[in-house]
């Protein structure tokens, strides 16, 4: 099994920045990607990014050009740098990972962008 943690996130205006990370641990030799969902209220949860092994990214068009995903393979943790937050980026953003089991969660981190 895969666990993990997320931290960062709260409150930021609009156009502001935050940082999340994920750290990862337990199976972490099974992991193929790690990436980064977030969910809004009434909405469906949504693909934010996601980063391979290899370090090869992917974006929703929504958040290209504002955030970054990362990885420390060192400290098993992936980031999400978001910049130019815009209200609608106001969700529970989760970390996730795919392994050769399954995919895996963390509990969540609240993002709020005020207007």
């Known amino acids: 099994q895969v666990q993990l943690v997320e931290s960062g996130g709260g409150l930021v205006q609009a156009g502001g920045s935050l940082a999340l990370s994920c750290a990862a641990s337990g199976a972490i030799f099974s992991i193929n990607y790690m990436g980064w969902y977030r969910q809004a209220p009434g909405k469906q949860r949504e693909l934010v990014a996601t980063i391979t092994n290899g370090g090869s990214t992917n974006y929703a068009d929504s958040v290209k050009g504002r955030f970054t995903i990362s990885r420390d393979d060192a400290k098993n943790t992936v980031y999400l740098q978001m910049n130019s937050l815009k209200p609608e980026d106001t969700a529970v953003y989760y970390c996730?990972?795919?392994?050769?089991?399954?995919?895996?969660w963390g509990q969540g981190t609240q993002v709020t962008v005020s207007s």
């Open positions: 996730t990972c795919n392994s050769w089991v399954a995919d895996y």
